[in-house]
Structure formats: C-alpha cells, structure tokens
Nanobody, 114 residues
C-alpha cells in the first residue's frame, strides 16, 4: 500500500523560505519520478516541480529559480525547498507519484502573507 505524507507547510512572510518534505511508504522514490503539485483556492491543481528517478528536474515557469526539488535516497524522502516566496505561492502543496496510477498525499498548506 502506497502512502505519501507531506510536512513542512506553514505561514511565512513574502521573501521567506519553507522546506516541504514528503515521506513515502510502499514505494521507492528513486525507482521512478515524483512531483510536487499545488492547488490555490478556487484554482485547478498545477504541477510545480518534477524529478525523475535519474535526477532530472523540471519546474513550472512561476517557480523556476526559486524552488528546488530533490530526493534523499537514504531516507526515501522528497523535498521541495522554496525560497523567495510570494503571496501567489499560497496554496495546498501535494506530493505525487505515478506507479501505474497516481498516488497523492493529503497536502500541506503554505500561506505567504505579511
């Protein structure tokens, strides 16, 4: 059974940083790709960043240069380092993997506000 659990969300001022983590059971991150999505209130869920098992990364234009996705293969943990946060980054952030079907975590709220 695949389970994904996100953590690290919270309230931060514009320009600040947060580090999100996603721990997994039932799957091994490095054997496939994983991704971070976000969904702001009233908007559709959107892809933020993706990393393949080989370490290739892609980012949405809105976060490129500010966010970094990575995987700790020892801990089997994925992280999303978010710097220079903006109010428009406010959303629920979800961890996602696709192993024949999509699996999602429960999400973690990120609020960027002064």
């Amino acid at each position: 059974q695949v389970q994904l659990v996100e953590s690290g969300g919270g309230l931060v001022q514009p320009g600040g940083s947060l580090r999100l983590s996603c721990t997994a059971s039932g799957i091994i991150f490095r054997l496939g790709s994983m991704a971070w999505y976000r969904q702001a209130s009233g908007k559709e869920r959107e892809l933020v960043a993706k990393i393949t098992g080989g370490g290739r990364t892609t980012y949405s234009d809105s976060v490129k240069g500010r966010f970094t996705i990575s995987i700790d293969n020892v801990k089997n943990e994925a992280t999303l380092q978010m710097n220079s946060l903006k109010p428009e980054d406010t959303a629920i952030y979800y961890c996602n993997v696709d192993r024949g079907r999509p699996y999602w975590g429960q999400g973690t709220q990120v609020t960027v506000s002064s």
